[in-house]
């Protein structure tokens, strides 16, 4: 901890000059706080979100394998790629990261299909 100049204790009687630095600081936890929570339930809709996703592409993986059908379709994930980097403009989000995001949960998908053609 430093010591202030402005410490009260140096101040005898005086008002504390530091009291609006502490509610500040409360002001910065309680938005922190805020935005946390925030950040929190997203994280949840994401994990929900791709919880939903991965029962679809299970069935797909299924479908697939009963089908004789391989388990990567690149065409389809080109398609998806160019969608997804145009959404992502649009919501201001970097695109090549959407296209990061996508390439790797497609990996994981294709990695459950081929597990699900070898059972
Ligand atoms: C789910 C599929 O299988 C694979 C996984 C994909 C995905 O996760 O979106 C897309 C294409 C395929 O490589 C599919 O063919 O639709």
Redesign the pocket.
């Known amino acids: 901890m430093t010591h202030r100049e402005t410490d009260p204790a140096d101040r005898p009687g005086q008002p504390d000059p530091t009291s609006t630095t502490h509610e500040a600081d409360d002001a910065v936890r309680a938005e922190l706080a805020r935005l946390r929570e925030s950040i929190d339930n997203i994280d949840a809709a994401v994990v929900h979100m791709l919880a939903e996703?991965f029962k679809?592409?299970q069935q797909?993986?299924h479908l697939?394998a009963a089908h004789k059908?391989p388990?990567?379709?690149?065409a389809?994930?080109a398609r998806?790629i160019t969608r997804l980097r145009e959404l992502a403009e649009s919501a201001k989000l970097d695109p090549a990261f959407a296209e990061k995001l996508?390439n790797f949960?497609?990996a994981?998908?294709?990695r459950h299909?081929e597990t699900i053609a070898r059972s």
């Open positions: 996703r679809c592409t797909v993986g697939k059908l388990p990567a379709d690149p389809r994930e998806q996508l949960i497609i994981e998908v294709i299909h």
